[in-house]
Structure formats: C-alpha cells, structure tokens
C-alpha cells in the first residue's frame, strides 16, 4: 500500500535555529498538507498546496513558517526561527483530486530547547 | 465554522465486548466525516469516510460509523474489541462542499482493551 515518507521521525533544535522537515507524498497526489500536534492537544491544520502554490493556510501558518516543493517528489516545511512553542509532532498528508481521505505520513516530532 | 466534540476522553473495553466512540460535529454545510487512528509512535491511519453516499459507513478492522443529520453524530463501533484496537481514535470532520480540504479534528479518545 502506498506510503507518505516523513523524514525525520525526531528532531531536536536549539530556539532560533531554522528547521526543515521533509515528506515524500504518495506519487499520483496532488494536493499536500502539513498538519501539528502539540503534546496533548488536537491536531491542527497548516496548510494546503496544490498546483505548486499554497490554496489554504490557517491562523497559525505564519511568516515563520513556508512550504516548498522542491522536485517531483518532497515536500517541505521550513521554520525560519524555532520558538519553544513550536515543539510538537507535524504530520504531512496527501490526497487525490477527489479523495477526501488523507494519507499522513507517521510524524515527525521536532523538540525545540 | 466546523467543529468536532468527542465527548470521551477515555474509554475503556473489554476484550471480546462492544466499542463505541462517541462524536458530534457542527458544518454549516454538508460535512464529510472521518474517522482516524492513531497507534502508539505511528501516523494517522483512515478507518473510514462518510462523503454523503450511504449513512452507515464500513471501514477496515471491522469498524463502522452512522451518519445520523439530525444528531449531529457520526459514532464509532465495533461489535467486538480486540486488544490490538487499543489506540487513539479521532472523528475528524470537512467542508467539502465548500471547497476547503482543512480537516478539524477532534480531541481524541483513548480506547484500552483489557485482556
């Protein structure tokens, strides 16, 4: 069954430093997502990209954070300048034109001291 | 504006007996409701999807859910738990019709299976 790859599962950062979080979608997708889970609250949504280009970003998505993708195949989420509020599992996701189900990748907890 | 209450936290089963997972959601417009699991130090995994076909929803490991509009629900059941169903279960809920893929999730329940 196909996969979304995130790489890495744990990543630890100093406050400040940039981070760059990677995913590798599953290959006929066309819409990307980036998902959050702070320890012991919901999971919220990031942002959406479709087309090469953001269609929907929350509250939350900032100017500290932005997505690219790079090639034909990842996906990245790069924070300019941690902050300890930004510890917390992100989850990437992709979907077909017409799949309202998600498939998320299994996480990738970003610890930042 | 979406919304989602899991109105359990925690919930807890004995093997062999009934699961159900409780969920209310508010959509101003047609809702598409799902149901996700999450493992111990694993991803988010689909159980099923309601996208306004038929109200009872079958999805994998034996689960199911009902779309019932005039509730405002979309429970989670399984006639018989397993100890591998214990996990994080959460009802998730979209505005389709809208043109929005944001999902907004719930708070989770905690499901323990007891041997």
């Known amino acids: 069954e196909p996969e979304v790859t995130q790489t890495p599962s744990h990543q630890v950062t100093q406050m400040g430093q940039e981070v760059i979080l990677r995913c590798v979608p599953i290959?006929?997708?066309?819409?990307f997502y980036w998902y959050r889970q702070i320890l012991g609250q919901k999971v919220e949504f990031l942002v959406s990209?479709?087309?090469?280009?953001?269609?929907?970003k929350s509250e939350i998505f900032d100017d500290q954070f932005s997505v690219e993708r790079p090639d034909g195949s990842n996906f990245t989420l790069k924070i300019r300048s941690t902050k300890l509020e930004d510890s917390a599992m992100y989850f990437c996701?992709?979907?077909?034109?017409?799949?309202?189900?998600?498939?998320f990748g299994s996480g990738t907890r970003l610890t930042v001291v | 504006a979406q919304s989602v209450t899991q109105l359990d936290s925690h919930v807890s089963v004995s093997e062999g007996t009934p699961v159900l997972l409780r969920c209310n959601y508010s959509?101003?417009?047609?809702?598409?409701l799902f149901w996700y699991v999450q493992h111990p130090n694993k991803g988010l995994q689909l159980l099923l999807k309601?996208?306004?076909?038929?109200?009872l929803v079958k999805g994998i490991n034996g689960f199911e859910a009902e779309f019932k509009k005039s509730e405002t629900s979309f429970h989670l059941t399984k006639p018989s738990a397993h100890m591998s169903d214990a996990a994080e279960y959460f009802c998730?809920?979209?505005?389709?019709?809208?043109?929005?893929?944001?999902?907004?999730f719930g708070s989770g329940t905690r499901l323990q299976v007891q041997p």
């Open positions: 959509s101003s417009y047609s809702p598409s």
């Open positions: 998730v809920v979209s505005e389709v019709d809208t043109g929005r893929r944001a999902l907004t």
């Open positions: 290959s006929n997708h066309l819409y």
């Open positions: 990209f479709y087309n090469n280009e953001i269609s929907e």
């Open positions: 996701a992709s979907s077909g034109m017409t799949d309202y189900g998600y498939t």
């Open positions: 309601y996208t306004s076909a038929a109200t």
